[in-house]
């Protein structure tokens, strides 16, 4: 049995405190999408005008991710200082 596709699928957003992630995020939600992200650590969310429409996961990536189990499509966005 295959899962079906959700009509409007969660995206998870890793590294949501830092430079991309932390604008990706809002440009999401402005669009309308549901938005999950994976944080080591949640406190770094406090103040960002969006922590309350967002759902928390914490986490890391090089740990492993349950929270990515039925994901169906992964794309990356990197970014270098």
Avoid: C, F, N
Avoid at 15 to 24: E, P
Wanted: charged content about 30%; glycine content about 12%; hydrophobic content about 35%.
């Amino acid at each position: 049995m295959t899962p079906q596709a959700s009509p409007d699928p969660r995206i998870l957003v890793t590294g949501a405190t830092g430079y991309v992630g932390g604008r990706l995020v809002p440009r999401l939600l402005g669009a309308g999408r549901r938005v999950r992200v994976l944080v080591r650590d949640p406190r770094r969310l406090e103040g960002r005008d969006w922590r309350t429409h967002v759902e928390v996961a914490t986490g890391d990536v090089l740990t492993g991710l349950p929270e990515m189990r039925g994901t169906r499509t992964a794309k990356k966005v990197a970014a270098s200082r």
